[in-house]
């Protein structure tokens, strides 16, 4: 089965703070991108891409911290580490209507 090139929507305009759903990806090589807005002025959001071998306890492999406005704005990184789960977490969520996302590629 291939699986390079699949994208994998972690969390879908996310209003609030909190962890979304974990995924089991398989394979090793991942990216991760984050895009956000508000509906007006300036807002921020840290999105936090965390992993676990257990499922039950969470570590960060990494954080794309975004500054929001009304266009789209955009960040992401490359993984290379194994874990078997991976979910997306939103802390920091500010602005008017403010909404982010997280996609993983494999």
Known sequence: MRLEGQVRKLLNA???NGAGQAYQPIGARRTFQATGQTS???GTADVIVE???DGTN???IGTITLVLSST???G???SEAPWRHVRGRVANLTGTNA???LNMGL
Do not use: D
């Open 14 to 16: 996310v209003t609030v």
């Open 40 to 42: 007006a002025g300036a």
């Open 51 to 53: 992993g676990s071998n």
């Open 58 to 60: 969470w570590t960060e």
């Open 72 to 74: 789209i704005s955009n």
């Open 76 to 78: 992401g990184f490359a």
């Open 99 to 101: 909404a982010v996302s």
